[in-house]
């Protein structure tokens, strides 16, 4: 007789019961990060489907595009039969959501806000496709990177960083943002953690009277001056002692497990201004 699987359920980040019948062995992801944290969980080779942009590990440019996080082929979706959906909720319409459970697909939505969140989902997904132990391995991995990392860098005196997520506009991070947990444990502080708004407009002004010690960059807009813009700024210390530190977007802006190694470079990027 055939082998029997238990149902197994866990939560996603906002708290909904994600529930399958078997392990997932079908599953379509619908931002960069899902794709990476199914990957590590050691299920890169069920993933049927993904969102546009996804196109890491390699094997991601094989996989067929089922739309992004703004407009999912529905259609398309159905004919590939997953058994589960990894989408992340940023611009997602709650419609989307719906019509995707109408289908019977499980979906977990994944939005980490801190560090800790990336090994968790990363746990969580390993049980729902059955790979715990290797699920649970990574995890603890991922954990031990940063343990090592608060280590290593958040003893030694405070730097004042400014994160720079666009020059047009000018966009930055608040405190409430993963990132600013990152500066955190590198044992710096983020320059516009008081600001109420995630990921606020702010203006040339308000970085001059900041005055950081670092100004990271990640942003490749097109048209973008990235750094540049501040050079003529020589009243700011971050650019009169040259600590602006251009570092990968596809390691920082993703919260993905790639996001450790993100954090490593803007630790070293940090430890220069020391």
């Known amino acids: 007789m055939p082998f029997a699987f238990a149902a197994t359920s866990v939560k996603d980040d906002l708290g909904n019961v994600v529930t399958v ?32 942009h996804s ?7 094989s996989i067929p595009e089922i739309g992004d996080n703004r407009q999912v082929d529905i259609e398309r979706v159905a004919m590939l039969k997953p058994d589960l959906m990894v989408i992340w909720r940023h ?6 959501i719906d019509q995707l459970k109408r289908l019977g697909i499980p ?30 391995s990574e995890a603890k991995r991922l954990r031990m990177k940063l343990v090592q990392l608060k280590s290593r860098h958040s003893q030694g005196s405070i730097v004042r960083v400014f994160y720079q997520v666009s020059d047009r506009p000018l966009y930055t ?9 990152a500066i955190q444990l590198c044992g710096g502080v983020n320059v516009f953690a008081d600001m109420k708004t995630l990921a606020p407009q702010i203006n040339v002004e308000a970085v001059l009277h900041a005055n950081p010690d670092v100004i990271i960059h990640t942003s490749v807009d097109e048209g973008s001056d990235g750094l540049a813009f501040w050079e003529k700024y020589q009243v700011l210390k971050a650019v009169r002692q040259h600590h602006l530190y251009s570092l990968n977007p596809d390691l920082l802006d993703r919260p993905g497990p790639r996001l450790v190694g993100g954090v490593r470079a803007m630790c070293e990027a940090i430890d220069k201004a020391r």
């Open 173 to 181: 991070l608040n405190g409430e943002h993963i990132i600013s947990e």
């Open 91 to 96: 611009g997602l319409s709650q419609r989307t």
């Open 55 to 61: 196109f890491y590990p390699p094997i991601a440019r």
């Open 21 to 52: 019948r078997q392990p997932a062995n079908r599953v379509v992801t619908l931002a960069p990060h899902t794709m990476e944290l199914v990957c590590a969980a050691g299920g890169c080779d069920r993933i049927v489907g993904k969102g546009s």
């Open 107 to 136: 979906v977990f939505i994944s939005d980490p806000r801190k560090l800790e969140d990336i090994p968790n989902n990363i746990a969580r997904i390993g049980k729902l496709l059955g790979t715990s132990p290797h699920a649970q």
